[in-house]
């Protein structure tokens, strides 16, 4: 199967008056459409340069980005971006925020609103949709940026420690609830985190990246084998363990914390 | 109906009568001091020429509500304090605008606007009269040039200061600079444009004022600077009383404002 996403070779560096930075060095990896990938990494190591290159928000300094076979030159409305946080504009009620990205890209219709409505009902927002985001848990708002991305259908899905921002319970109940969202809706996602356990229970395959400047150390792939494949179920089950323990040797012995 | 404890009821009341002293002494101070200056004046313990009295103020302002030459002074000075208040935060908006969205051109500017800033704009009035006459125009732009360049400076650092992560959130959604502008920018600024235009509306009087006191032959400036010459302190001193109250009302009504933009915004 072609791949959705090629990265071959790609390198960048932060450049300021007190000298030069490098982020990522000759990385170099595919992702197949469905497929749900999560890179991790020492705290800066730049996981999230990696996502910020692959959105076409910063450009790469060397090698080559390609998306659907061709050369990834600007950000894509193909590709959707989830951040660390919510980012929900408290001047603008759940329904119209969910709808910015339509606004920005001149899709407001008729039609797109009312699959903006259709989303909010099927992922349990409905009844907020006149809501302000601070009138919502934290679980709820990022089920509403979840769904302010998704509307636009991207094709590419990149997940940038959407839940570091909300408390363990929350966590593990928004990550449960997104995991299933992706996984019904067909989505190639990357995830970024530095949550091994997050990485496990809802990847297929596991990037390890070592401290600045990142290099691909190690590859994993993950497979539960489970009749009901969710998050939280691949938390209670016996290889649970044994992929966190091989991820987490590889993160030790890349010699960081 | 919801049942109020005891206590909840002893705090509710003492709350009550909190408020209530805080304005009776409000208007205790007020009254008072009216009272003692009325007092002083009458006994000639102040020279009610010099100091003059609220009596005489208020029969001052009376006749002058009679003839009506009171309005026209309050209306030109309102007239002008309010355009030039209007095209502060209008050129102050866009100025802030296109230096955010021009950084080379906001940091090559920036010595400047701190120097234009930090002069004392009361000096430029003269130099106003020469280049522009004596006329409204001049005023309003005296007034103007007090508030203009704090106005600007102070949107521009507002502007600055959004979370540079709602206009990355702009950049992924395929966004360009002008939709982080229009999207983010100004709608999150409603609050520093209201606290600026708090602080204009003040300094557009005060600029104003300054223009009328050299070519102005109406409004309350006028008045105050010919009083001053003529010896008419009943005149001087009503029009400063009249200044205060214009200068509270305009504040109010931004503080409406800044309400209902709580609610929006």
């Known amino acids: ?257 | 109906m919801e049942v109020i404890s005891n206590t909840h009821k002893h705090y509710l009341k003492s709350l009550r009568r909190h408020r209530f002293i805080v304005r009776i002494c409000r208007c205790l101070i007020l009254v008072l001091f009216l009272g003692l200056w009325e007092f002083a004046a009458m006994t000639g313990m102040i020279d009610s020429f010099i100091f003059s009295s609220p009596r005489k103020i208020a029969l001052c302002f009376w006749s002058m509500v009679e003839d009506k030459s009171i309005f026209l002074h309050i209306g030109v000075t309102l007239y002008e304090t309010l355009i030039s208040f209007a095209l502060v935060i209008i050129f102050s908006i866009l100025a802030a605008t296109i230096l955010w969205f021009f950084p080379k051109l906001s940091e090559i500017l920036e010595p400047y606007l701190v120097v234009l800033n930090s002069l004392p704009k009361s000096a430029l009035a003269p130099l106003l009269i020469v280049w522009l006459g004596a006329n409204t125009t001049t005023i309003i732009v005296a007034g103007m040039s007090v508030a203009v360049f704090g106005s600007i400076l102070n949107l521009y650092t507002s502007f600055q200061r959004i979370s540079k992560e709602k206009i990355k959130l702009i950049y992924t959604l395929g966004g360009n600079r002008g939709h982080a502008m229009t999207k983010v920018i100004l709608p999150a600024s409603v609050p520093s444009i209201i606290s600026s235009m708090k602080v204009n509306i003040g300094l557009c009087l005060v600029g104003v004022i300054i223009g009328e006191f050299i070519g102005a032959r109406q409004g309350l400036g006028y008045l105050i600077i010919y009083s001053s010459q003529v010896f008419k302190l009943d005149w001087l001193i009503m029009s400063i009383i009249i200044l205060c109250i214009i200068a509270m009302v305009l504040y109010q009504l931004i503080s409406i404002l800044e309400k209902w933009c709580k609610k929006k915004f």
């Open chain 1, 1 to 257: 199967m072609e791949p959705l996403l090629e990265l071959k070779h790609v390198s960048y560096s932060y450049h300021t008056p007190e000298g030069e930075t490098a982020a990522l060095k000759n990385i170099t990896f595919s992702v197949a459409p469905g497929e749900f990938t999560a890179i991790v990494g020492p705290s800066g190591c730049g996981k999230s340069t990696l996502l910020s290159v692959i959105a076409g928000l910063i450009p790469a300094e060397s090698g080559d980005i390609f998306f659907n076979g061709r050369p990834l030159k600007e950000s894509s409305t193909n590709i959707g971006y989830m951040l660390q946080q919510d980012q929900l504009f408290e001047w603008r009620n759940i329904y119209h925020n969910v709808l910015l990205g339509l606004e920005i890209q001149h899709m407001l219709t008729a039609k797109t609103k009312q699959y903006a409505k259709d989303l909010l009902k099927t992922y349990g927002l409905e009844q907020f949709e006149n809501s302000r985001p601070s009138e919502l848990s934290g679980g709820m708002r990022q089920r509403a940026a979840l769904i302010r991305t998704l509307i636009l259908e991207p094709e590419l899905l990149l997940l940038d420690e959407p839940f570091s921002a909300l408390d363990y319970q929350t966590r593990l109940s928004v990550g449960d609830d997104i995991g299933q969202i992706i996984r019904r809706e067909k989505r190639t996602a990357i995830l970024v985190t530095h949550d091994l356990s997050e990485a496990v229970s809802l990847a297929d395959r596991v990037i390890v990246l070592t401290k600045r400047p990142a290099i691909i150390r190690q590859t994993i792939p993950v497979f539960f084998d489970l009749d009901n494949d969710t998050p939280l179920n691949r938390r209670n089950a016996p290889e649970f363990k044994y992929y966190f323990n091989q991820i987490w040797k590889e993160l030790n012995d890349d010699g960081s914390d």
